[in-house]
């Protein structure tokens, strides 16, 4: 059964920083695009950032782009996101997925595989 489980999430202040990551199990890891999205409170689930299979080829939301760095581990099957000068506004539940796809992966319909999500709340 493959499973991605999120962790790293928590609270911080605002203009700290998080590294949220996903440990992926069961999956040929190398062969999908990872990405990241979110979701606040009576929002719709957004896009953050998505990595190509490779790593060559790195996307990243308009709001994060700057403050966040999305990497992967192929050896370790492992995604990382890397969150900095965090602001009030990135308070969400953050999801990783994983497409077994190249195309449109600033959407989330095209993922197969999700993990359960990690909470990052930024407040003072």
């Known amino acids: 059964q493959v499973q991605l489980v999120e962790s790293g999430g928590g609270l911080a202040q605002p203009g700290g920083s998080l590294r949220l990551s996903c440990a992926v199990s069961e999956l040929t890891f190398s062969r999908y695009t990872m990405g990241w999205f979110r979701q606040a409170p009576g929002k719709e689930r957004e896009f953050v950032a998505a990595i190509s299979r490779s790593a060559v080829v790195k996307l990243y939301a308009d709001s994060v782009k700057g403050r966040f760095t999305i990497s992967r581990d192929n050896a370790k099957n492992t995604v990382s996101l890397r969150l900095n000068s965090l602001k009030p506004e990135d308070t969400a539940v953050y999801y990783c997925?994983?497409?077994?796809?190249?195309?449109?992966?600033?959407?989330?319909?095209?993922?197969?595989?999700w993990g359960q999500g990690t909470q990052v709340t930024v407040s003072s």
């Open positions: 997925a994983a497409a077994n796809s190249i195309q449109a992966i600033s959407t989330d319909s095209s993922y197969d595989y």
